[in-house]
Each structure stands twice: as structure tokens, then as C-alpha cells.
């Protein structure tokens, strides 16, 4: 396969990026790239068709048979589990006329028939059933040359399942780069790793999906206002600095984390986020003395795998008031438009935890991070706000006649990096910080602007 050819940048698109790129330098960030719809078409041509696309987790598809679909941005997409076990992604769409093949979220087929003239094909995309076959296309149809098309390229993480419209994406692998490690503690630290409870949530804020990225990336500095109420219930400490506490890291590729400990002033933080006891050897088998070591504090993770898939395992209830949960939500914001995110949402837990652990955590989840969630609607509503005031003629100005700059200044020259940090990345010790923000925009631009 061949590499894909990218629609070329306009001249003056490009001078405006490139003064993106000075003022992120300074720590500002024009609006108008929120919400421009040539932005738009960019990020779908020039970022989301060479990175790697998170599809879902092998939870999702056990047993032969099994299938889910899924969106690659505005592609739809076909994940199954063949006959001999593998996994294959492709393009949802037939190859007669170009139907959507398979309109259901999940199931267990032996095969996919075509709603529109009948054309069967196989869990591992061949075509393996004509209407009316030699009759109308005679024996020397040949069925190979129109097997389903897969996506170039499929490859797994301690269970999370990525695909790659570019053949020439590097290796998972090096494109998760220093994340990987934190994603071990997340998602790799017990034997039998993790698994997807429910069906992925789903639903479409109007909102543009980097607000979602960058959030989760590394805006601890929101929680003590948007999330107010959690303070106000006795949820979380009245302490304004309660989720400063901590690293924020910064790693190569446009991916962060934030690691937030508990306020030093409501006493120790119960070990690996409140996690059963006899499940501890389980993640010593699993982890490096470093990442025990990290996790070990942890109140709160949060993070963005660049460009649009965000993770967030909280422990709520810190602070005595009540006990302790913890749960791990993947969330993907899928760009639908300048304007519009689909946010899809998965629950995962450890598949060795106890059933009540896991009933009481997914509750727990589906109640702060639900679509109906509390702190979800804090969230989307703001986001909402922000898409909202992004599209008038004052903040879409792209020669900033209005100033119309926004501010990412927090630590910049002002925060040294901790030397004593165990894990990859740059590490800042503390987590009010828009070091991840701004090393967000600033791969979303070298990838908007470099062929
Ligand atoms: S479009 Fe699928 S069989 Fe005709
Ligand atoms: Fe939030």
C-alpha cells in the first residue's frame, strides 16, 4: 500500500500556523483554531490519518465471531475476531455499492450479509456469498479482488486495540513512546490484564474535540471551580490546591499524564488507589519496583494519548468522607466536526478484582462519568461554552486584530522539572501547570504544517 497523499496548505493557512506556533512559544494560543472548519479538514487529513486510532479492548471481542463497530473519525469501521482467532478492522461499507455492511454495535456473526443486494462476506473479510453469482457475473467474478478493505494497519497494547489509516505509522509501540509506561500501571498490572464492563458509552457534545484532549491531558487546575460541587457536598477537600499535588509529565508525541496525590493535609493516601489488598502481589508480579513506587501514592491519574484518546482513574471519596472507589474510564473524543465531539466512553476494570469491587466501581463510574454523569455535565457544559464563544467574529479573527489570544502560560520558565522523577517524561512537580497543553498544540501544529 502506498502512502496517502495529503491535500496541500494553503499559503496563507500555512503564515497563520506558523504564528500558532510563535505564540505558543509565549504560552498563548490564537482561538481561532478551536473551531475553523479548514482546521478541521486538516486535522482529519494531516492528524487523525497518521496517527494511531484507538478502536476499543480485546474484552470487547473474546470469542470467534465476535464483532463490534466503530467510527475512525468519519470512517466507519469493522472490528471482528476471525475463525482462527485474530483480529481484523475494516472499512464498514460494502464493496458493491458501498452500503454500510454491518449496522449493529456488537454481536457474534458467521458472517456479514449486505442489506442492499445480498453480498455475504466473511469475519475475515472475504466475499463469500453472491446473489444471483454466475448468473450475473459469470464464473470468472473474481471474489478475491473484492474482499472488504482493511484497515493498513492493527496492533494491540495490554489489551487496547489501535488501528492506523497510514501504512507507514511507526510500530504502536514507539508511538506510544515513554506513555507506555503509565500505561502498564493502568492497564497491564495484573495477569489476566483488563476488561471492558458494559458497552462503550456514547454521546455527541457540541463542543470541539481538543477542548476534551487537552482537558484531560493536563487541566487539573479546573477541578476545584467546575467540579465545585464535590467540594461543596464534602466529596473533595476544601483545600483550593487539592489536586496540585503531584506530577504533571509531559512526554514526546503529544501525550501527558498527571499524577495527583492526595493533599498532604488529610494524611496518607490508601496504597494503589484503594485497590483490594490481596490483589497487591498481583501488581508486584506485574509492575517494576518504579511504577509500584508511583502508583503507590496516586490519588488520581488523567491523561491524553495524542490526539483524541483520554484516560482518568480517580479514587473518590478521598478525604474520609465515606469509602473509597476507584475505577479507570477510556474516553475517545471523536471529532464529528469543528463544532462537535462524540464522546465515546469505556469502563475497565481489572479482570481479577472481586465482582462486588467491580459492580461498585462501575456505579460509581456511570454516576461521575456517565452521560448523565455529575461531573461529566460540569465538564461538557463549560466545553459547550467555550465552542460557543469560539465562533463569533472577534475570536475567529485569524490576523488577532482583537487580540484574540488565549492564555497557556502557567509554569512557563517558571517550573524546573523533577530530577528524582522515576518514570519517563519530563516531570514538573506539581500539577497546575499548561506544560501539557502546550506541548499538546505545539505536535498538533508541527503535524498541521509539516508534509
Ligand atoms: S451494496 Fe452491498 S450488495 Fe449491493
Ligand atoms: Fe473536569
Known amino acids: ?22 505564540r505558543l512559544a509565549v504560552g498563548t494560543l490564537p482561538q481561532w483554531v478551536l473551531t475553523d472548519p479548514t482546521v478541521y479538514e486538516l486535522e482529519v487529513e494531516r492528524i487523525f490519518a497518521r ?24 470512517d466507519p469501521i469493522l472490528l471482528t475476531r476471525t475463525k482462527e482467532g485474530e483480529l481484523k478492522a475494516f472499512l464498514n461499507s460494502c464493496m458493491h455499492r458501498g452500503t454500510l455492511l454491518c449496522a449493529a454495535d456488537s454481536g457474534n456473526r458467521k458472517g456479514f450479509t449486505c442489506p442492499y443486494h445480498g453480498w455475504t462476506y466473511g469475519l475475515d473479510g472475504q466475499l463469500i456469498g453472491v446473489v444471483a453469482d454466475d448468473k450475473v457475473y459469470g464464473a470468472e467474478m473474481d471474489r478475491d479482488q473484492w474482499a472488504l478493505r482493511p484497515l493498513p494497519r492493527l496492533e494491540t497494547f495490554h489489551g487496547l486495540i489501535f ?12 508511538y506510544l513512546g515513554g506513555l507506555g509506561w503509565y500505561l502498564d500501571i493502568l492497564v497491564g498490572r495484573t495477569d489476566k490484564k483488563m476488561e471492558v464492563r458494559g458497552a462503550p458509552l456514547r454521546w455527541v457534545v457540541d463542543a470541539n474535540w481538543k477542548i476534551g484532549s487537552e482537558n484531560f491531558g493536563g487541566d487539573a487546575y479546573h477541578v476545584a471551580m467546575t467540579h465545585r460541587s464535590t467540594v461543596e457536598l464534602g466529596l473533595s477537600p476544601k483545600d483550593p490546591l487539592f489536586t496540585s499535588y503531584g506530577h504533571q509529565v509531559v512526554l514526546d508525541g503529544g501525550h501527558s499524564i498527571s499524577v495527583i496525590t492526595k493533599s498532604p493535609k488529610l494524611g496518607p493516601t490508601p496504597p494503589y488507589q484503594g485497590q483490594p489488598e490481596h490483589m497487591w502481589p498481583n501488581f508486584e508480579r506485574n509492575l517494576s519496583p518504579q511504577q509500584l513506587d508511583v502508583w503507590r501514592d496516586t490519588a488520581v491519574f488523567h491523561g ?5 484518546l483520554s484516560f482518568l482513574s480517580p479514587m473518590h471519596g478521598a478525604g474520609g468522607h465515606g469509602h473509597l472507589t476507584n475505577f479507570l474510564t477510556m474516553r475517545q473524543w471523536r471529532p464529528v466536526g469543528p463544532d462537535k465531539v462524540e464522546v465515546w466512553s469505556w469502563f475497565l476494570i481489572d479482570k481479577e478484582a472481586p465482582e462486588e469491587f467491580k459492580e461498585e466501581s462501575y456505579n460509581r463510574y456511570v454516576g461521575t462519568f456517565g452521560p448523565g454523569g455529575t461531573l461529566e455535565q460540569d465538564d461538557v457544559e463549560i466545553w459547550t461554552r467555550i465552542t460557543d464563544t469560539s465562533r463569533g467574529l472577534m475570536a475567529r479573527d485569524k490576523n488577532l486584530n482583537y487580540d484574540n489570544v488565549m492564555n497557556y502560560v502557567m509554569g512557563l520558565d517558571r517550573v524546573e522539572p523533577d530530577p528524582e522523577w522515576p518514570g519517563p517524561g519530563t516531570a514538573y512537580p506539581t500539577t497546575f501547570l499548561e506544560a501539557a497543553q502546550r506541548s499538546f498544540y505545539e505536535t498538533w501544529n508541527s503535524l498541521l504544517t509539516v508534509d
Not at 493557512?13 to 506556533?21: A, G
Not at 488501528?163 to 514507539?174: C, K, Y
Not at 491524553?304 to 483524541?308: E, G, L, Q, V, W
Open 1 to 22: 500500500m502506498t502512502r496517502r497523499s495529503r491535500a496541500t496548505l494553503d499559503p496563507g493557512m500555512h503564515k497563520h500556523l506558523l504564528e500558532v506556533q510563535e
Open 163 to 174: 488501528a492506523s489509516i497510514d501504512p507507514d505509522v511507526p510500530p504502536l509501540a514507539d
Open 51 to 74: 496517527s494511531w486510532y484507538f478502536l476499543g479492548h480485546e474484552s470487547e471481542l473474546l470469542n470467534p465471531g465476535d464483532y463490534v463497530t466503530r467510527w475512525y473519525v468519519n
Open 304 to 308: 491524553t494519548c495524542f490526539p483524541n
